[in-house]
Nanobody, 123 residues
Framework: QVQLVESGEGSVQAGGSLRLSCVAF????????MGWFRQAPGKEREFVAA????????DYADSVKGRFIISRDVAKNTVYLQMNSLKPEDTAAYFC????????????????WGQGTQVTVSS
């Protein structure tokens, strides 16, 4: 059974930083895709970032480009999301996703989803 376990939940002031982690248990994704989505109250879920394939190709939503960095530790089967220069509009539940293929920004393409971890940014 595959399980994605997120950590790094927290509250920070605008301009601060947080790092989220997601460990995959039960399967490796070194040649697949791991990423992050988020959903704020009353808003639709949106793609944040993904890292794909053995080469570690990355992709970001325009709203986080230049502020967030996605990375992974293949040996630990873990993906990270370093979030810098946080804004109140980054407040959301952040969900880790993983899949066997080379996926993009469509939630339904992925094979596994985490339970979510809360990020709150105050002004």
């Amino acid at each position: 059974q595959v399980q994605l376990v997120e950590s790094g939940e927290g509250s920070v002031q605008a301009g601060g930083s947080l790092r989220l982690s997601c460990v995959a248990f039960g399967r490796t994704f070194s040649t697949g895709t791991m990423g992050w989505f988020r959903q704020a109250p009353g808003k639709e879920r949106e793609f944040v970032a993904a890292i794909r394939g053995s080469g570690g190709n990355t992709d970001y939503a325009d709203s986080v480009k230049g502020r967030f960095i996605i990375s992974r530790d293949v040996a630990k089967n873990t993906v990270y999301l370093q979030m810098n220069s946080l804004k109140p509009e980054d407040t959301a539940a952040y969900f880790c996703v993983a899949g066997r293929g080379y996926y993009s920004n469509n939630w339904n393409e992925y094979d596994y989803w985490g339970q979510g971890t809360q990020v709150t940014v105050s002004s």
